[in-house]
Nanobody
Framework: QLQLVESGGGLVQPGGSLRLSCAAS????????MSWVRQAPGKGLEWVSD????????YYLDTVKGRFTISRDNAKNTLYLQMNNLKPDDTALYYC?????????RGQGTQVTVSS
């Protein structure tokens, strides 16, 4: 069955970096768009980034553009999110999802906390 397992979250100071990973199994990873979404405390789900199946087209929320980079390794069935220059507003539970805009099945999430 489909499984998405996120990892790489943690506590980081403002301006710091983290790299999130999402290990996918139970479906043909290489043919699907994938996405990252996040949910801040007390707020709704917010789309962050999409990547197409081949990894050559990417899309970002305006507030993370230039700071976050989505990528994938289809040979390893893994999705990534490199997050640089993190800000307190980036604090959230981050989920990977199958399909664009976070509309498909999601993993359990990994917590990112940006605080001094």
């Amino acid at each position: 069955q489909l499984q998405l397992v996120e990892s790489g979250g943690g506590l980081v100071q403002p301006g710091g970096s983290l790299r999130l990973s999402c290990a996918a199994s139970g479906f043909t990873f290489s043919i699907y768009y994938m996405s990252w979404v996040r949910q801040a405390p007390g707020k709704g789900l917010e789309w962050v980034s999409d990547i197409n199946s081949g990894g050559d087209s990417t899309y970002y929320l305006d507030t993370v553009k230039g700071r976050f980079t989505i990528s994938r390794d289809n040979a390893k069935n893994t999705l990534y999110l490199q997050m640089n220059n993190l800000k307190p507003d980036d604090t959230a539970l981050y989920y990977c999802a199958r399909g664009p805009r976070g509309l498909g099945p999601r993993g359990q999430g990994t917590q990112v906390t940006v605080s001094s």
